[in-house]
C-alpha cells in the first residue's frame, strides 16, 4: 500500500497537493481569529505542516526556484482570488492585476526552462 502511495505521488501531484492544503491552512488561519479558536487553529497549523512535506517531497525532483516560485505564486493568488471572491474583501483594480502579474510570473518561470 505504502509503495502504491509513493508511485502516485509524483513531484506534480506533490506540488499540486501541497499547493491545495497551503490554500486550505490559511483560509483555515483566517477564521482562527489571531489562533484563538482550537479547530481552525489545529486545522492551520496541521494544514502548513502537510503542505510543507508535500511541498519537500516534490523538491526530490523539481528545482526549488521552480517549485517554491508555483507553490507560493499560486497560492497567494488562490487566496487573494477566494478572499475576493468568497470571504468579502474588497475587489479593486490593482488587486487584480497584481494577481495577475503573480500569475504571469509563475508561468514566465516555468517558460524558461527552469524546470
Keep these: 500500500m505504502l509503495g502504491r502511495m509513493k508511485a502516485l505521488l ?3 501531484v506533490s506540488l499540486a497537493l501541497a499547493i491545495a492544503v497551503e490554500i486550505l491552512a ?4 483566517k477564521y482562527s481569529e489571531g489562533l484563538s479558536r ?5 486545522l492551520s497549523l496541521t494544514g502548513y505542516a502537510l503542505s510543507l512535506l508535500l511541498l519537500a517531497r516534490a523538491l ?3 528545482p526549488v526556484s ?3 516560485a508555483v507553490w507560493s505564486g ?8 477566494i478572499g475576493m471572491t468568497l470571504l468579502g474583501e474588497p475587489v479593486s483594480a490593482m488587486k487584480i492585476v497584481a494577481i495577475g502579474l503573480v500569475v504571469a510570473g509563475v ?6 526552462g527552469a524546470h
Design 60 to 62: 526530490l525532483a523539481i
Design 10 to 12: 509524483t513531484p506534480g
Design 66 to 68: 521552480t517549485a517554491y
Design 26 to 29: 490559511t483560509i483555515a488561519l
Design 38 to 42: 482550537l479547530v481552525p487553529s489545529v
Design 107 to 112: 508561468v514566465m518561470l516555468n517558460l524558461s
Design 74 to 81: 499560486a497560492g497567494t493568488a488562490a487566496v487573494a482570488a
